[in-house]
């Protein structure tokens, strides 16, 4: 599974993006996507994901701001960020949950900028 993760970029407090990550390869294998979030210095953490089903979980630092969301038949998993804060500013990664070896998949990271 191969993963493309787009849509960071620069955007002031209270602002919105969206990133998108587009799954190719064996898409059936997929159980489920996540979305993570690092910054220099920290471990990266978890921010939403989203089952085969349709399931969603959100992280509480970012419940009621974030939403995640699929559409299976672009084989795409959004993250719609709103209220952005200056503290959500990190390299976002898309991540694949596989039901087979190698069990997972990262896309390559997405830089979110909040800045006035």
């Known amino acids: 599974v191969q993963l493309q993760a787009c849509g960071g970029g620069l955007v002031q407090p209270g602002g919105s993006l969206r990133l998108s990550c587009v799954a190719s390869g064996s898409i059936s294998s997929i159980n489920a996507m996540r979305w993570y979030r690092q910054t220099p210095g920290k471990q990266r953490e978890l921010v939403a994901g989203i089952t085969r089903g349709g399931s969603a979980n959100i992280a509480d630092f970012v419940k009621g701001r974030f939403t995640i969301s699929s559409d299976n038949a672009k084989n795409t998993v959004y993250l719609q960020m709103n209220s952005l804060k200056p503290e959500d500013t990190a390299v976002y990664y898309c991540?694949?949950?596989?039901?087979?070896?190698?069990?997972?998949?990262w896309g390559q990271g997405t830089l979110v900028t909040v800045s006035s």
């Open positions: 991540y694949a949950v596989i039901r087979v070896h190698p069990f997972g998949s």
